[in-house]
């Protein structure tokens, strides 16, 4: 339940980072929490992409999903 959650809430991050030429793709959310993506796309060479991680996609799960504890790029 819990990765459809995280899936609906990605959809209201994608828009921002589609119109930079970037994506993210939910890759596995853990037991703990720990929600893992990959950033595609432009986002996936951006000298930001860390900061596009935990500033943005990151700030705003934690904010849509109190569960959510962490967000790791693989």
């Not at 589609?18 to 929490?33: E, F, P, R």
């Not at 950033?39 to 700030?59: D, F, R, V």
Request: aromatic share 0%.
């Amino acid at each position: 339940m819990l990765k459809e959650e995280v899936e609906k809430a990605l959809e209201k991050i994608r828009p921002a980072l589609q119109a930079d030429g970037g994506d993210v793709k939910l890759v596995d959310v853990t037991s703990t929490g720990v929600v893992r993506v990959r950033l595609t796309g432009a986002c996936g060479c951006c000298p930001m992409s860390a900061h596009t991680l935990k500033a943005g996609i990151e700030q705003k799960l934690k904010e849509l999903i109190p569960e959510v504890k962490e967000v790791e790029q693989v």
